[in-house]
């Protein structure tokens, strides 16, 4: 199984829910960031050495699948055979400087390897 074939049907009706915690999404936005998350997935399964790092849109569906966590394992592990661990920003490197290699690292992979560069929204 890949990134492409995980229901994530699921985490979009609940972004665009009125029991979202923020600011609920409108659909549309949902599915757009459930492709860029797919991809971003996608990364790092194939890529498990490279240091990533999502856009704040992608984190933020990102931190919607890990809150169902039976289902996150079980993708994580159908899709990279391993579990994805969601690490913070590095506080051992307070300038941000392995945060933002990690971010350029995701955005020429996802150039390279989608032929088109990463969307970034406003609020990222």
Same mark, same amino acid.
């Given at each position: 199984?890949?990134?492409?074939? +995980? ?25 757009? &960031?459930?492709?860029?998350?797919? #991809?971003?997935?996608? &990364? ?28 996150? +394992?079980?993708?994580?592990?159908? +899709?990279?055979? #391993? ?15 392995? =945060? ?12 390279? +390897?989608?032929?088109?560069? =990463? ?6």
């Amino acid at each position: 199984m890949t990134a492409f074939e +995980i229901n994530l049907e699921y985490i979009n009706a609940y972004l665009c829910s009125d029991s979202y915690a923020l600011t609920p999404w409108p659909q549309d936005h949902a599915k757009t &960031l459930e492709l860029l998350y797919r #991809r971003f997935l996608h &990364l790092i399964a194939t890529h498990p050495t490279t240091p990533l790092a999502p856009s704040a849109c992608i984190d933020e569906y990102w931190h919607a699948h890990i809150l169902h966590t039976r289902q996150y +394992i079980d993708d994580c592990t159908n +899709i990279a055979g #391993r579990y994805i661990h969601h690490e913070p920003a590095d506080s051992r490197n307070p300038d941000g400087e392995s =945060l933002k290699v990690a971010f350029q690292n995701t955005c020429d992979l996802y150039e390279q +390897i989608f032929g088109e560069p =990463l969307v970034v929204f406003k609020d990222d």
